[in-house]
């Protein structure tokens, strides 16, 4: 016998190796003359197979039993069936292997599926049960009642498991067989989700029997009602998925109840039925999952309607009123499943109603991103961005805001409940059809991953052989260049592309078409819809958010179409914010701020990540929105991390002093070095909300910009004055002290100075020093003038005598002062002076002069120590505010700023004359040395450092979010969400968490501050 040529076999999908000739000779497809002439419409089917030698090789398998001369007769006259047989041996090797062990279903391929469905749900359960044994013309199983299995155990599984097979054979042939007989109608998804959901009915039904059947005869009477939720619930089950349900048992209607301990043992009866139903079922086809049942798997397999209605009525958590959309009684007792229906459905329609939704909802989101594991992220059809998930959630998260009042909207289907939005106006119809064609061809897509291998699976492959398998089983070819593989995967890209658009199409265009008439097929939601959908989204006040909305796009001007644009995208990250309300309220009053910016809009509108990155900002910080408008050209920062990290605090700074020093007059010059600042407070806020910065990073940059902003006013000030009195001979130095002399500012701290002045020789002191008044007086009002500008309030209230001392002294003094009258905490303030402004040799002469007083030679008197000891006591009583919670309060509280602070100030009096590096304004290289010195413990100083950066960060934290200084931590309610938002905790979590690690970082400080500062031991 010749082989046929390799041209031939090329043209038909196959390649000419030994398997594939042994394959054609053992399926009689080749004769002397090479293919059989009879056999070319079977061999051009299988070329349309997901892989044809596969789909052969099955062939060749059949052709070892008696039935094959039947099967290729009708192979060879049958289009529909040859479609059939020949999709499903090129698409499944699992379902292969089933033909080739049971060759007669083959016969099951010939029938022509007529109706809507593939196979009726009747026709699925006579025959799951005549395979164990059960007349179908019995009463099906309810528990204890009604047929039970001829055959249990080992013999029922796999007389199940046979049967399962076969019906999933027909299923899988008349799905696939378009693919390959393209003349055959196509079969669309939902009869396919429908058939497989009816076999998972019937598979639970008579596993239920088998169960039973298999019972002890000294069971207590049972009714059981297997109740599907999930995709079996919505009768959208894919080939292989969990099988999710929920087990309902109670006594059968013709038990009477008795008393009460029937309960006891009628539900361990359900229980033991409802255990072996499971394990059945799972041997037989899939994993049945019990888990949305009342407390997951910590509870109670099988509950009485009783027990689940008191269960949702008090305890049930939004996620589980969502579950409950898809319930269905699949199995069992019917009548107990609609009990259970009626007792649950009414909390599903008012779940959106609930106080927790949002927060709940968007947790749910959240978890699904989690969910997906490192490097599968755009492979994975169900979970991915832009894959199955999605377009459910978002089809639930409709019905349930919308079904409340439209019974319409009640429906468990993904793709019926998108069709009832359309209708009823909820989605627009170009919108609903785009989402369900991207559903259809991702659930379809998951549907033939499954296949290949009867794999639960999402994955697509990273194989090209098995991504190019799984595209020609779709009914892909090649065209052009590209392969099968290449076509589908940019199809898939598409599709992802349009669902994650999503909440824009869903949610958020509409939103604009209630307000603002724009014309088009889009639908538009009423205004009570609209208000009720921004609700459901986290808008406290959705009428306000409706006002905002119309305000932005109302109308037909240029700035109005963008916004058109802009606010479908920015509305989805303002709904999953800290403060929906607050944001878009700023982005209101920015927008309108920038009315005639001509770049504003258009660069947001061109740049996506600028414009998301605006309204997470502006819903998480206050701070943001306020200092935003007078500085929209941070904005341009936005866009790479490398920009808004570019400007270092030098640059900044003599940046500042540069466009300072032009200014025509002192206020000109001082407005412009304000300004400058509140460019720079936003950057930083900017890039200290997006956590790209630390809390030492912002201080420095704070420190440095105010550094410029006074040295700038001084600057400004001296030459007005210097103007105004020729004859001034005055040299002056501005010093400065507490946190801005620490270099350790925080977004609301002053800037605490002294000033210190000398009269040029030859110059009346007094004359000189009045002078230096005038100029310190001056410089204090331009900074604190009132401005948009963010003043710079300047403190001098830490000179020697306080308010009611001279604002400017000399240096001598200065030094009188100290040595006569002053008071320890004197010296405790001077350990952070630090010359700032003026005369740099001035300021280093009073620096000098500090030192001797600061450190002193022989360090602290005994006495000093009770007596800070003492103020520090007063200050913990008297300053600390009331009702303010010591353990939460960031500057005052336990183990707070000042407890740090003054512990390591302490140290520093008594040991820096004999420790260098404890000669520094700053706490965290003054910790540092403390450590090296030996002055604390490894322990203790990793301590107070973490406390002190962790009080720190809340304190700046505090300031972002509720745009204004506060030192105590929220007790409860969105504030304290936001703040732990901010600290870099998980939107969704429990802001508890954020609370208990302050409180356990600030409680080991203060064990070292009552060790070291107060003397504990």
């Not at 001509?598 to 660069?603: M, S």
């Amino acid at each position: 016998m010749s082989r046929p040529q390799s041209k031939s076999l090329l043209r038909y999908g196959l390649g000419n190796d030994p398997r594939v000739q042994s394959n054609l000779t053992a399926t009689q497809m080749v004769d002397v003359d090479g293919i059989a002439a009879d056999c070319e419409d079977v061999l051009a089917a299988l070329s349309r197979s997901g892989r044809p030698e596969l789909a052969l090789h099955g062939l060749a398998r059949l052709a070892e039993s008696s039935h094959w001369s039947s099967i290729l007769e009708n192979l060879k006259i049958n289009a529909r069936f040859r479609g059939r047989l020949v999709a499903v041996l090129g698409a499944s090797t699992a379902l292969s292997d089933h033909l080739a062990a049971h060759p007669g279903d083959w016969k099951l391929l010939l029938p022509e599926a007529t109706g809507a469905e593939l196979i009726g749900p009747t026709r699925l359960y006579e025959v799951m049960a005549v395979s164990v044994g059960i007349d179908p013309a019995e009463a099906p199983c309810t528990g204890t009642e009604g047929a039970k299995a001829k055959l249990t155990g080992g013999p029922a599984v796999v007389a199940m498991r046979n049967a399962y097979r076969s019906q999933l054979l027909i299923i899988a042939a008349h799905d696939l067989a378009q693919s390959v007989e393209p003349s055959l109608p196509p079969v669309a998804l939902p009869a396919v989700c429908h058939a497989l959901s009816d076999l998972a009915d019937a598979t639970l039904q008579v596993g239920l029997s088998v169960a039973c059947a298999a019972l002890s005869a000294t069971a207590a009477p049972v009714a059981l009602s297997i109740v599907a939720m999930g995709k079996c619930g919505a009768r959208e089950l894919n080939y292989i998925s969990d099988v999710d349900v929920i087990f309902v048992a109670d006594h059968p209607p013709a038990i009477s109840v008795g008393v009460a301990q029937d309960d006891h043992h009628m539900l361990i009866s359900g229980a033991a039925l409802a255990s072996q139903t499971m394990r059945i079922c799972e041997q037989v086809a899939w994993e049945v999952d019990a888990g949305l049942r009342p407390e997951g798997g910590a509870g109670a397999l099988v509950r009485t309607p009783a027990s689940f209605v008191a269960y949702y009525q008090r305890w049930a958590q939004t996620w589980e009123f969502q579950a409950l959309l898809k319930a269905r009684p699949a199995a069992g007792s019917m009548e107990l499943g609609a009990q259970f229906m009626a007792a649950t459905q009414s909390g599903v329609w008012t779940a959106a109603g609930r106080e927790s939704f949002v927060d709940d909802v968007q947790a749910m989101r959240r978890r699904v991103e989690a969910n997906i594991p490192e490097g599968l992220r755009d492979k994975e059809l169900k979970l991915g961005p832009g894959g199955l998930r999605d377009v459910e959630f978002s089809v639930q998260l409709l019905q349930l805001v919308h079904g409340r009042s439209d019974p319409e909207l009640r429906i468990p289907g993904t793709l019926t409940a998108l069709r009832a939005l359309i209708r009823g106006g909820y989605v627009g119809r170009s919108d609903g059809a785009e989402l369900a064609g991207a559903y259809t061809f991702l659930r379809r897509a998951e549907h033939r991953i499954q296949l290949q291998r009867l794999r639960r699976t999402h994955i697509l492959p990273d194989d090209h052989a098995d991504l190019d398998w799984l595209a020609r089983t779709d009914g892909y070819t090649a065209f052009g260049t590209s392969d099968a593989a290449e076509i589908f995967t940019s199809e898939r890209a598409r599709h992802a592309a349009i669902v994650r658009k999503l909440h824009e199409k869903l949610f958020y265009r509409p939103l604009l078409h209630a307000v603002a008439a724009v014309p088009g097929e889009e639908m538009q939601l009423s205004s009570t819809a609209a208000a009720e959908r921004l609700k459901a989204l986290g808008f406290r006040s959705p009428e306000a958010a409706l006002r905002h909305l119309a305000a932005l796009t109302t109308g037909v001007s240029r700035r109005a179409a963008i916004q058109r644009t802009l606010l479908p995208v920015m509305l989805d990250t303002f709904a999953a914010s800290p403060d929906p309300d607050g944001g878009l309220l700023s982005y209101r009053h920015v927008s309108e701020a920038l009315a005639d910016t001509p770049w504003y809009l258009r660069l947001l509108r061109d740049e996506g990540l600028i414009a998301q990155r605006l309204a997470g900002l502006l819903g998480s910080s206050k701070l943001v929105g306020d200092l935003l408008a007078r500085a929209p050209e941070v904005l341009r920062l936005l866009v790479t991390d490398a920009e808004l990290l570019a400007p270092e605090p030098v640059q900044v700074a003599a940046s500042l002093l540069a466009r300072a020093a032009r200014g025509t007059t002192a206020q000109d010059s001082v407005d412009v070095a304000r300004s400058a600042r509140r460019h720079e407070l936003l950057r930083l806020a900017c890039a200290d909300m997006l956590g790209l910065v630390s809390v030492q990073d912002v201080a420095v940059g704070l420190s440095a910009v105010a550094d410029a902003t006074v040295q700038a006013a001084y600057a400004a000030a001296h030459k007005q004055v210097a103007a105004d009195r020729p004859d001034h001979g005055v040299r002056m130095a501005v010093i400065g002290m507490g946190r801005f002399g620490g270099a350790e500012l925080g977004y609301s701290s002053d800037a605490d100075v002294m000033y210190v002045a000398e009269p040029l020789p030859g110059v009346d002191q007094g004359e000189a020093l009045n002078t230096a008044r005038l100029i310190s007086d001056l410089m204090a009002r331009l900074l604190s003038r009132p401005s948009p500008d963010p003043a710079l309030e300047v403190d001098a209230d830490l000179r020697p005598e306080g308010k009611n001392g001279p604002m400017v002294r000399t240096l001598e003094s200065f030094q009188a002062y100290w040595k006569k009258f002053a008071l320890p905490w004197e010296r405790q303030a001077l350990l952070r002076a630090r010359y700032v402004a003026g005369e740099s040799e001035l300021g280093s002469t009073f620096i000098a002069a500090a030192d001797e007083f600061r450190y002193p030679s022989a360090g602290l008197a005994q006495q000093d120590v009770i007596e800070i000891r003492r103020i520090k006591a007063r200050v913990d009583v008297e300053r600390l505010p009331r009702g303010a919670d010591p353990s939460t309060h960031t500057k005052l509280g336990s183990g707070g700023l000042s407890d740090v602070e003054w512990t390591v100030q302490l140290l520093q009096l008594q040991h820096a004359f004999e420790v260098p590096g404890l000669r520094t304004p700053q706490t965290r290289p003054a910790i540092s040395a403390a450590c090296d010195a030996g002055l604390l413990s490894a322990a203790d100083a990793s301590a107070l450092d973490e406390a002190w950066l962790k009080a720190t960060h809340v304190r700046n934290v505090l300031m972002q979010v509720l745009g204004k200084p506060e030192d105590q931590i929220p007790r409860q309610g969105r504030q304290l969400a936001a703040v732990a938002r901010a600290m870099g905790y998980p939107a969704g979590g429990d802001p508890g968490e954020f609370v208990d690690e302050y409180r356990r970082t600030s409680r080991r400080a203060r064990w070292v501050v009552d060790r070291v500062f107060s003397g504990g031991g």
